[in-house]
């Protein structure tokens, strides 16, 4: 039998798998550096995907004040704009707001010009609501191409991964959150114990989760506030600090 017609197709399929992998998993390097975790192991990153939303928000911006924490918000162009005082008071209140696209496309199956208008067009939302542009990023659905990494540089933004994505755009019940989310609280246990330093994580959780529905307006999130009003108490006693993605040395870590 000839090598070749093993050889090539599994070449293929490798490659595939690779570039699938590049494409979408959170802590690939190959098109582009990307932040996924934070510099420090007690530095928890809360990040927020698809609003501004005017039915949950408002309620989890009061949320976050009640303990202390600043989050950062990766907004949705076409949002932005239904709701510009929401952007800016998210601001106002010292969150860091990041561009998550203008319509929310899969930017895997997007050319450069139309990804290069779905940043520009997000960004310029943003810097006309709260009169800054975004130098953060993330790609909706985690999917990136060979040509985001340049143009995200090009707008002078740092594309943001994450370390846990519990799924919270499923409509489920909040215990059902609440237990997805279990790993942030094992990792900072873990961190407390009298564990060798060496055997401790070195570095933080990243953790996504959605205050909007990027597809329909007022999208219903509030399993996601009820499981961070479980949570963000208990994180706290934990020894964890909330911070926004610029309070973590914009530090990336490679894979
Ligand atoms: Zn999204």
New binding site residues.
């Given amino acids: 039998m000839d090598p070749w017609l093993v050889a090539v197709p599994s070449f293929a399929a490798g490659l595939a798998g690779l570039t699938a992998y590049g494409a979408v998993h959170p802590r690939s390097q190959l098109f582009c550096h990307t932040l996924f975790q934070t510099d420090q192991a007690k530095k928890l990153a809360l990040t927020f995907?698809?609003g501004p939303n005017p039915a949950i928000t408002p309620k989890l911006l009061d949320l976050l004040d009640r303990h202390h924490a600043k989050a950062t918000f990766?907004l949705?162009g076409k949002w932005v704009r239904e709701s510009p005082t929401l952007a800016k008071e998210m601001s106002d209140r010292g969150h860091l707001l990041g561009n998550?696209t203008d319509t929310?496309p899969n930017l895997f199956f997007c050319g450069p010009q139309e990804t290069r208008t779905e940043l520009l067009r997000c960004s310029e939302a943003i810097g006309q609501a709260t009169w800054a542009e975004p130098r953060w990023f993330?790609p909706?659905?985690g999917f990136r191409s060979p040509w985001l990494g340049s143009l995200v540089l090009q707008q002078r933004m740092r594309m943001v991964m994450w370390t846990l994505l519990p799924g919270d755009w499923r409509l489920k019940p909040a215990d059902w959150l609440i237990d997805r989310m279990k790993p942030i609280a094992a990792h900072a246990q873990n961190l407390r114990s009298p564990n060798q330093p060496s055997q401790k994580p070195s570095t933080g959780d990243i953790l996504c989760l959605?205050d909007g529905d990027?597809a329909r307006p007022n999208g219903d999130r509030a399993h996601t506030l009820a499981a961070l009003e479980y949570w963000l108490p208990r994180w706290r006693d934990l020894g964890l600090e909330f911070v926004t993605m610029k309070q973590t040395n914009g530090k990336v870590v490679e894979a």
């Fill in positions: 995907d698809d990766f949705v998550h929310h993330r909706p659905y959605h990027y």
